[in-house]
């Protein structure tokens, strides 16, 4: 006994707590989903509206209701429709007979209606208001005349409104019940849906009319409650609105309730004002707004039965599960948790796209390693082509041979080794200068010359299917090459979409505030990202009727804030209704380049051989390239043009530097049969660190002015297009502020005249400059070339400096320190 007493004494273990708690969230999912299947597979929601909708007169009279929920059934869930129709004809009789009667008889003329349109119309849906319409009508009228044997122009213009409103319920039904008929909502409303659930939830609450205890009226406590929830849950603009649209159905219901619009309408909007203090807020609002009301509008006598009413609404409020409220506030615009489920769906959006594009990237990765394994050539494979060579000469020359089996059988690595050297050497023509192997060769072979013959035969297409074969290899590994550069690029794609846009929120708001508080209006801002060196953000401003407030006030306000260099992107002017300004701002690079160019055509033509370009890669990277065709004139312009704009399109897709010069050079060498080849010198410059990447392609050298130290900068690479297999040798140097890089053709290079030694030359020449500015450099050293021959220009000349320097913002120097010391620790 008592060592039982002391295990119940015991603490529980975290494993048993973890295993309980597992077991109740077990427990309530299974009771969710029975609650589900019981709500909406077996129809008990359906049987619920449609009994209140039975119920639900206008005008005392006037029954528009039912046959809009039963026709929008019918069409959608025509399983229910039974349902539907046993519980309108059973709430109908709650009220009286004669209601219920007239419910079953629009219910049975719809149905004959239906059934006879289908055979002319086919759009069930578009007809279906103007056939609740005749029905509608139709009855009424019928039912007046047999009751009371006549119709007055008031019975008809009853059976008109009666049918009007029907139409214009099917309308609002048909948005409003896929609403509720499934547990799954769309992921979010729009404001015509919520307004069209509200009419719906309103109609079901006139059913409620008549219910009461005491003085207390159901209809009035559940209008409330509606309107208080959704006041708490979408502010108060929803609220209103809820208020309105509820106190206007139960006015119809009932005048009486004429002056509940105007109290559920100020509660709504005041409850979604005081929203902010939870529930305990969003209940003080309607409790105000309902005492307010009464008093002006009912008097003291109806003051205790409102708030009565009031105050059990907010019990059924508070009496609400969070989830629920949570659950509604997901699918109404405007909400936080609106906002969270659309970042939610647009993460998982952006998952399975990176997703996708991740199994593209395997794919091409794949392919490429594919691609390899057919390339990887080792030395049985060359034994293996040896040998097949080898039996297509005995099959010709010792098949017939009455030495075949001494030879072949008896000694065969004998007479392998010796066919093998005579191959080898036929191959080299060194084997009529060989004495001793043929010889050797003679005595051993009786059909020696037969053999030798066949092998000189043989050997010609035999060097042939090699050559082609390696050109199929070669095709292969360039290929592989291709695919694994597309496969990294989706990589990286993937990577970028997987970065979630981060919120900044609090950031937006201390930097409007610091800025409106230092005196520049701004209308709003937004933040993308504050990454080091990637900073990325949007705001809108006043038109400064061009006086340039941006980049002279707002960046350098901005750099001192976030503590680094921000410019201005771009700008629209105007771009606004009010006036306003769009402004994009973002990170400065750390250096910049500056570029200034010369070019000639031979003999002072207009149709070059060079062609030159600078790329601007929009990675923070910047890129020089010159391409010189082979020859002059159109055709050299033509080869060089096309090198330099293949090599744009495929930098800039961000395939590496290497990858896309074998893939011009495949292209190129690939498009035609002609010996033509162009060069191609490239420079690659990162703006953050100014390290530099030089790709020469056949190219001259560059040089690089350092104060009174010239660098030269030189490869050995073949030009594009001669061959399909090449190496790229990369040349990588670390470029620092007030360097001066310069990039020529060979028509610089080469053009001076009596030189002996052209690098001294034009490094005696650069080192002589007095001069930092790009474009004068550029003109001076060309203009030096065409002196040395007097005047003339025998070759096409292109010459590119580039100058690279820090990057200073023109209001840089603008700062603004004392005023954001504060602010700069609470931003960053």
Not at 654 to 677: P, Q
Not at 684 to 695: G, H, S
């Amino acid at each position: 006994m008592q060592k039982a007493e002391r295990r119940l004494m015991e603490p529980i273990s975290g494993a048993a707590i973890e295993k309980t708690q597992h077991a109740i969230q077990r427990s309530t999912k299974k009771a969710g989903a029975y609650f589900q299947s019981i709500l909406f597979h077996k129809g008990l929601l359906y049987m619920f509206i449609g009994f209140l909708l039975g119920r639900a007169v206008i005008l005392t009279e006037i029954l528009p209701f039912a046959l809009p929920f039963f026709g929008v059934l019918f069409l959608m869930k025509k399983d229910k429709a039974l349902i539907g129709a046993l519980s309108l004809a059973a709430g109908g009789l709650t009220i009286s007979l004669e209601t219920s009667l007239i419910i079953t008889c629009h219910l049975l003329f719809f149905l004959f209606l239906q059934k006879a349109g289908a055979f002319i119309f086919k759009d069930r849906v578009r007809t279906l208001p103007f056939i609740i319409l005749l029905a509608v009508a139709g009855t009424r009228i019928a039912s007046t005349f047999v009751l009371y044997g006549t119709i007055s122009s008031y019975d008809g213009m009853m059976a008109g409104v009666e049918a009007g409103l029907a139409f214009i319920l099917t309308l609002i039904f048909l948005q409003s019940i896929p609403l509720i008929s499934s547990p799954r909502y769309k992921q979010s409303l729009k404001s015509e849906e919520i307004i069209c659930l509200m009419i719906l939830i309103a109609s079901v609450m006139t059913g409620l009319t008549g219910v009461s205890y005491m003085d207390f009226k159901a209809e009035h406590v559940f209008s409330r409650y509606m309107v208080l929830l959704f006041a708490f849950i979408g502010g108060s603009s929803i609220g209103c609105t809820v208020g309105v649209v509820t106190g206007l159905i139960l006015s119809l219901a009932n005048v009486g309730n004429l002056y509940q619009m105007s109290l559920l309408a100020f509660s709504g909007l005041l409850g979604g004002l005081l929203k902010e203090g939870q529930k305990i807020g969003a209940a003080a609002g309607l409790l105000i707004g309902s005492m307010l009301l009464s008093l002006y509008g009912g008097g003291t006598s109806d003051f205790m039965a409102t708030m009565v009413e009031s105050t059990a609404a907010i019990v059924l409020f508070f009496l609400t599960p969070k989830g629920i409220t949570a659950s509604l506030a997901k699918h109404i615009p405007g909400t936080n948790e609106h906002a969270m489920e659309q970042q939610l769906y647009a993460t998982r959006i952006r998952d399975v796209t990176a997703h996708r594009v991740d199994q593209f990237s395997g794919v091409f990765e794949a392919l490429s390693q594919s691609f390899n394994a057919f390339y990887e050539k080792g030395e049985a494979d060359s034994a293996r082509e040896t040998d097949l060579f080898l039996s297509t000469i005995t099959e010709k020359t010792c098949h017939h041979c009455y030495k075949k089996e001494r030879c072949w059988v008896n000694n065969f690595q004998d007479t392998y080794d010796l066919m093998t050297q005579v191959t080898n050497e036929t191959s080299a023509n060194t084997y009529s200068v060989n004495r001793k192997l043929k010889k050797e060769f003679h005595a051993h072979c009786s059909k020696a010359t037969q053999v030798e013959v066949a092998i000189e035969q043989e050997l010609n297409e035999f060097k042939a299917n090699q050559k082609l074969n390696k050109q199929v290899q070669e095709s292969r590994r360039l290929v592989a090459e291709q695919l694994l550069g597309v496969s990294k690029v989706m990589e990286d794609f993937s990577r970028e979409i997987r970065r979630e846009r981060e919120n900044h929120f609090l950031l937006e708001e201390q930097i409007l505030e610091a800025l409106q508080n230092f005196g520049v209006e701004i209308g709003h801002v937004e933040i993308y990202s504050l990454e080091q060196g990637n900073v990325d953000m949007e705001m809108s401003i006043p038109f400064c009727q061009g006086h340039g407030e941006c980049e002279k006030i707002i960046a350098p306000m901005l750099s001192d804030i976030l503590e680094e260099q921000v410019i201005v992107k771009h700008e629209e002017c105007g771009l606004y209704p009010n006036g306003f300004c769009h402004v994009s701002f973002g990170s400065a690079k750390s250096f910049k380049v500056d570029i200034g160019a010369a070019h000639a055509a031979k003999g002072g033509g207009l149709v070059s051989g060079d062609s030159y370009s600078m790329i601007d890669l929009g990675v923070g990277k910047y890129a020089i390239a010159i391409s010189d065709g082979m020859g002059n004139g159109a055709r050299a312009q033509f080869e060089s043009n096309e090198t330099i704009k293949l090599l744009e399109k495929i930098l800039q897709s961000g395939i590496d530097e290497k990858v896309a010069i074998k893939t011009v050079n495949s292209i190129l060498s690939l498009r035609t049969t002609d010996e033509v080849y162009s060069t191609l010198d490239l420079a690659i410059v990162d703006l953050q660190d100014a390290t530099c990447k030089f790709l020469k392609i056949g190219s001259t050298p560059s040089f690089i002015k350092r104060g009174d130290k010239v660098i030269k900068i030189q490869a050995s690479n073949l030009p594009i297009g001669i061959i399909e297999d090449f190496e790229v040798d990369v040349v990588g140097e670390q470029l620092k502020a007030g360097d001066l890089l310069i990039m020529m053709s060979d028509g610089i290079f080469e053009g001076p005249k009596h030189v002996e030694n052209h690098e001294i030359w034009m490094k005696r020449k650069v080192s002589e400059l007095e001069t930092n500015d790009p474009q004068e450099v550029a003109d001076l050293i060309m203009e030096e070339v065409i002196r040395t021959r007097s005047g003339k220009i025998d070759d096409d000349m292109t010459i590119i400096a580039a100058k690279i320097e820090h990057n200073t913002p023109k209001w840089a120097a603008i700062s603004t320190n004392r005023y954001f010391q504060k602010k700069k620790q609470s931003v960053s």
